[in-house]
């Protein structure tokens, strides 16, 4: 933002400037980055961060491909691209009956976003799996940086269920890095502990180069003291691997899905947008750190199990209208 720019003016002018191509490129990583977006906990923000940061990237000049693997297929619609009943997609995927390069879509929202969609045929994958070889591996097998570096693919994010079943482990073992969503709301740390166990089994077992490399804050409500209370927490348990950037809890980001776009399509000048725009640069400014592989938070060796946000969280704050 420039010294005469009003915040207003500098937001407008950078959606503008996005959505019209004309943002400068961002750096292309080194090699493609693998990221998958996992917390066992249902609606957090999973899904919307996945197909929101890579339509930032996308948008910025990266090649970027969501690979869906959420029976739901939330991902594929906001991505716009067909994952009706008997579209090839990520369940042909895990079965290795094609290739990654025959089941990318591209998708409408950008010129270099695709999508392995997600269809109804997932959704019995979890008990076919058990019985197959390989069955923790099939993702990994199939996902190959070099093949993906030829197809301009920069960053590959692989949108989970909310479970820790075989789908996430597949997704686990395929990436080298995981990013944990924690939405700013009581019981924000449900199951952190257990998903961070389930991490750490899967470095010692199966994936060494894993590394959680990224925790988000999202849904977050300035005007209450619990999310605030709840940021901190998670600040002062994961430390720097925590972006700077929060996302705000926005009706608009909750809209978009409903539209079949992210929230860049739906309006790339509002608050969300921005934010998953500076997510996804810091994401990408990120790209030359080293996170090492311990799965333990920053500065506790265990997280207090279920933690909910502290008791003076202030009720009677938490009761606001939404911010568009
Ligand atoms: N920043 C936000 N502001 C307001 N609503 C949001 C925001 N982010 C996500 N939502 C809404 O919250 C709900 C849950 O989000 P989302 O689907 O991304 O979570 P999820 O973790 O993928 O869920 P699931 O576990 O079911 O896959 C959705 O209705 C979504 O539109
Ligand atoms: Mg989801």
């Known amino acids: 933002m420039s010294d005469d720019e009003t915040p207003i003016f ?22 493609p980055r693998i990221i998958t977006i996992a917390n066992q906990k249902g609606g957090v923000g999973k899904t919307t961060s996945t ?25 594929s619609t906001a991505l716009g691209v067909d994952h009706r009943e008997g579209t090839p997609s990520s369940y042909e995927l895990l079965m290795w009956e094609y290739a990654v390069e025959d089941l990318i879509q591209k998708s409408p929202h950008a ?52 479970s820790l079943g075989l789908l996430t482990v597949n997704a686990m073992v395929a990436a080298s890095e995981v990013l944990i969503p924690i939405q700013c709301e009581y019981y924000a740390l449900e199951g952190v502990g257990q998903l961070l166990r389930n991490v750490e089994l899967i470095q010692q077992h199966l994936n060494p180069d894993l590394a959680i490399s990224t925790i988000m804050l999202t849904m977050y409500d300035g005007r209450t003291k619990l999310a605030e209370q709840v940021a901190g927490e998670v600040r002062r348990h994961f430390g720097d691997r925590v972006l700077k950037t929060v996302i705000p809890r926005s009706v608009k980001v909750s809209e978009a899905p409903g539209f079949g776009m992210t929230i860049l399509q739906y309006d790339a000048g509002s608050r969300g947008a921005l934010a998953y725009l500076d997510a996804a640069k810091e994401l990408n400014t990120r790209s030359g750190l080293s996170f090492g592989n311990e799965a333990e938070p920053h500065e506790s060796t265990t997280m207090p199990e279920d933690m909910v946000a502290p008791s003076s969280a202030g009720n009677e704050d938490n009761h606001v209208e939404d911010d568009r």
């Open 111 to 162: 010129d270099h976003l695709f999508c392995i969609p997600a269809t109804i045929d997932l959704a019995g994958s979890e008990i076919e799996l058990v019985g197959l070889d390989y069955r923790e591996r099939r993702l990994a097998e199939v996902l190959n940086k070099d093949d993906l570096a030829s197809l301009g693919i920069d960053y590959v994010f692989i949108d989970c269920p909310p």
């Open 10 to 31: 500098a937001a407008a002018r950078q959606a503008n400037e996005v959505l019209h191509g004309d943002a400068p490129a961002l750096p292309r990583p080194a090699e």
């Open 51 to 75: 197909v929101n940061l890579a339509s930032a990237l996308a948008l910025r000049g990266l090649g970027v491909l969501v690979i869906d693997m959420d029976p739901q297929g939330n991902a």
